[in-house]
């Protein structure tokens, strides 16, 4: 029976407990072994007390809790072929043969790495006379790994959705209609950052959801009638934002992607859009930054029903390994359970960076999402 490891990496996001809970449970199930190991891969580094067993109770009550029981981290020393080695040694003292990462692209991309130095790392340990090699022997051939996408960010490619991103977006959309009211008793103007990295989903999908008046996104510069306003989006967005309390909007929201630009790649500042707003339209404008809010609390009902099923597949994936069938990345589209090579959907996910940095902002978009490009 397979030992099935299942770790959360990176940072944290709602249901990601889910998905633990889910991993475990069918794990048992099919008649496996299942291992949580915990604070990501430092604890596969680390092993001793990091690596547990889990039993069907361990993970009682898992659905409704925010962020990570099992601890997550952004690992230093996984990065460095010694904590790999260190990692090996640890899964095979365990007898640990699969692994089941929850994480964004950077962990994700960890696992594969672990997976194809795999037999090498066996044979230096074997070698070096850390392991015998009666300990490597049914291991030594193929480490299994599947990747779970957990991230608010909604930043991978060949998934329509990640783990952790609708939560965050509810919780988003939460805090503005807050902002909403109290900038509409005072006919303010508010500038809101929220996270998301180089990825403008969560802006996007919270401007459309609260009927923003201008967004910010990093795959779609402004300004967006280039032929009109040239480089200079501060008067279209001013243009925009004054149309519409000519129509009676007593309020101006504008949402900012943390990792926001302009045609030329510089960071758009909510700072910089306040003093816009204040010098050209005269608007009383404050800044909110949401932070890290937009990230924690409980899992809202999509989140855990994600994880869930996207987990019983993850154990299948497992199940259904062999040596030639790359290392799967477990997503969701069209309302499909999907299984992609783990590094396609990392290389894709690279050409949306590649695409912006070299500034072709329609080929960005369309990796992203080909409904949105217009
Ligand atoms: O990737 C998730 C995310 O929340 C991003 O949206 C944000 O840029 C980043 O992590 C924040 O990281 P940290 O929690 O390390 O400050």
């Known amino acids: 029976s397979k030992k099935i490891g299942v770790l959360t990496s990176g940072g944290d996001s709602s249901g990601m407990n889910a998905a633990v809970r889910s991993v475990a449970r069918i794990a048992l199930q099919r008649g496996c072994v299942p291992f949580a190991i915990h604070e990501g891969y430092e604890g596969l580094v680390e092993g001793g007390d990091m690596i547990r067993k889990l039993g069907w109770g361990d993970v009682r009550g898992f659905l409704t809790i925010g962020g990570t029981v099992i601890g997550t981290a952004r690992s230093a020393r996984f990065r460095t072929r010694e904590g790999r080695l260190m990692a090996a040694y640890n899964m095979i003292k365990n007898g640990i043969d699969a692994l089941v990462v929850c994480g964004g ?64 977006l509810h919780r988003i959309c939460e805090a503005l209609d807050s ?140 199940l259904r390994s062999t040596p030639d069938i790359p290392a799967p990345m477990i997503g969701m589209n069209e309302n499909k359970i999907t299984a992609t090579p783990l590094m396609d959907a990392v290389q894709k996910t690279q050409e949306v960076a590649k695409a912006i940095a070299e500034k072709d902002f329609k080929r960005a978009m369309d990796l992203r999402d080909p409904e949105f490009s217009s």
């Open 105 to 168: 692209d950077g962990s994700l991309t960890g696992a594969n790495l672990l997976r194809s130095e795999w037999k090498g790392l066996c044979d230096e340990l074997v070698d070096t006379g850390k392991l015998t090699t009666l300990e490597c022997e049914h291991l030594r051939e193929h480490l299994t790994i599947v990747g779970l996408v957990g991230s608010i960010d909604n930043d991978m490619s060949c998934t329509d959705i990640t783990i952790g991103a609708v939560t965050s």
């Open 179 to 318: 902002l909403t009211s109290t900038a509409q008793s005072h006919q303010r103007a508010f500038v809101v950052e929220v996270m998301g990295r180089h990825c403008g989903w969560l802006a996007l999908m919270a401007a459309i959801s609260v009927g923003a008046d201008w967004v910010f996104l990093p795959e779609r510069p402004p300004p967006i009638d280039a032929a009109r306003y040239g480089e200079n989006w501060e008067e279209e967005m001013c243009e925009r934002l004054s149309q519409n309390r000519k129509l009676g909007c007593r309020v101006s929201l504008v949402i900012i992607c943390e990792g926001a630009i302009d045609q030329n790649l510089k960071a758009i500042k909510p700072d910089y859009v306040k003093s816009v707003l204040e010098s050209r339209l005269g608007l009383d404008t404050r800044v909110t930054t949401l932070g890290h809010i937009q990230r924690g609390g409980a899992p809202c009902a999509y989140d855990r029903y994600l994880a869930t099923v996207q987990g019983v597949e993850a154990v299948e994936a497992v």
